[in-house]
């Protein structure tokens, strides 16, 4: 199980896969091994989405024969589904708003 300093570094990481940003690492590709926190891991799948930002990776540690162990992977459903609530909620609060996305 990732410790809360993996998961840190993982988050950060995500990041890095923007050219501009100032820590870019070209290296970070799927199917890359990155060390995170000390430990091995490996990059199962990114998602960048360059119409609003959206950068994100799954990520699995790997097992003492160097697979990725997805046994282990999690993730938080609650993160997304608060998210869809709070644009809910400025939606039905604030009408007349309007999306400043040019993809939408």
């Known amino acids: ?5 993996e998961y840190n570094e993982a988050s950060d990481m995500v ?15 799927e199917g890359s091994f990155q060390n995170i926190g ?6 199962l ?5 360059p119409s609003n930002g959206m950068q994100a990776m ?8 160097g697979y990725p ?4 992977l999690g993730w938080c459903p609650g ?8 644009v809910d909620w400025i939606e039905l609060t604030y009408p007349f708003v309007r999306s400043t996305c040019t993809s939408n």
Do not use: C, R, V
């Not at 990041?15 to 590709?29: A, F, G, V």
């Not at 799954?58 to 024969?65: E, V, W």
């Not at 993160?79 to 709070?86: I, L, N, R, W």
């Open 79 to 86: 993160q997304a589904d608060s998210a869809q609530e709070f």
């Open 38 to 43: 000390g430990h091995k891991y490996q990059i």
């Open 1 to 5: 199980m990732a410790t809360e300093k």
């Open 45 to 49: 799948k990114i998602k960048t989405e």
């Open 15 to 29: 990041y890095w896969l923007d050219s501009k940003h100032e820590n870019y690492d070209p290296s970070i590709t």
């Open 69 to 72: 162990d997805t046994t282990q």
């Open 58 to 65: 799954a990520i699995a540690s790997l097992d003492s024969n």
